[in-house]
């Protein structure tokens, strides 16, 4: 029996539909199983974690002073899982979903446009790449510099629309 | 990324070590000998210190594109006594081998 043929898209067609945040389809992106799994855990955790602060709270109130640094580490341990939480929401809705295809790629690897291996929508922003570290040519901390500040200026127009925090390098 | 895995060995190495204090030592004196000194520094201390491992997890796991789910996992490790150490070594050697690179090994190792 022939396998099917299966003609992939000489351009990018995912681009064309991606679901830019306040869409329907961004909406129906962060309403998969995976995502509703997420939805719920981070609800979970961070009710919990506040739920432990408070009780942290008591009971450095009724005397356990070592409470009190419990009763503030809680709430910040609840605030990093919405962090991580709205983190992957953006990181989904501006895009590539790494989480999804789970193998997530290799540091370096170009992002291939249509890539049959691994269906996954090109994202308008791609994800921080690895650039090649050029050694700098020439003597002197200022050509050093003026080297790594270059390799950070194509990192950014590699990468449009990236924060600047997001330089991997 | 050798800067961030080098952050992430260094606080998980502290943190693991402050939990296996905290359990092993802390614990038994404070419920045993009715001395609560060291968990009360050691629990303060770790407290704080986790979240700079969880800082620096997150770092990491970004720069080198981890799934959710990994990051999740090697944060929750540290949470665990001596899992921490495993989940230490597991993933320097993976991100070793995945750089090509020579992670240099921790002073008399072996």
Redesign the interface.
Same mark, same amino acid.
């Given at each position: 029996m022939p396998t099917p043929v299966v003609t992939k898209p000489t351009y990018d067609t995912a681009s064309e539909t991606a679901g830019r945040p306040g869409t329907l389809d961004a909406m129906k992106r962060l309403w998969t199983p995976a995502w509703i799994v997420?939805h719920v855990a981070m609800v979970v955790l961070v009710v919990g974690f506040l739920a432990l602060g408070w009780w942290q709270i008591s009971r450095a109130a009724s005397g356990n002073t070592?409470s009190w =640094?419990?009763a503030v580490?809680w709430p910040?341990?609840a605030g990093?899982v919405v962090f991580?939480w709205w983190r992957?929401l953006r990181h989904t809705l501006r895009g590539r979903s790494?989480?999804a295809s789970? =193998? =997530?790629? =290799?540091?370096g690897e170009p992002v291939t446009p249509g890539d049959a291996a691994s269906p996954r929508s090109t994202p308008a922003v791609r994800?921080?790449v690895?650039v090649t570290r050029v050694p700098a040519t020439g003597g002197g901390p200022e050509d050093a510099d003026l080297a790594e500040y270059n390799r950070y200026l194509t990192w950014l127009n590699a990468n449009p629309g990236a924060k600047p925090g997001d330089y991997?390098g | 990324m050798g800067g961030a895995l080098t952050r992430y060995r260094v606080i998980a190495w502290i943190v693991g070590v402050a939990l296996v204090v905290l359990v092993l030592i802390g614990m038994p004196l404070k419920y045993a000998a009715d001395e609560p000194i060291v968990v009360e520094v050691v629990g303060t201390a770790h407290g704080w210190l986790y979240m700079l491992y969880l800082a620096a997890t997150f770092d990491l796991g970004r720069r080198v594109n981890w799934p959710l789910k990994r990051m999740l996992l090697v944060m929750l490790a540290g949470t665990v006594p001596f899992v921490s150490f495993v989940a230490e070594r597991k993933v320097t050697r993976e991100l070793a081998a995945r750089l090509g690179e020579q992670i240099p090994e921790p002073v008399a190792a072996g």
């Open positions: 997420r070592l =640094a419990y580490q910040i341990f990093f991580v992957e790494t989480l789970g =193998a =997530a790629a =290799a540091p994800r921080p690895r991997p | -």
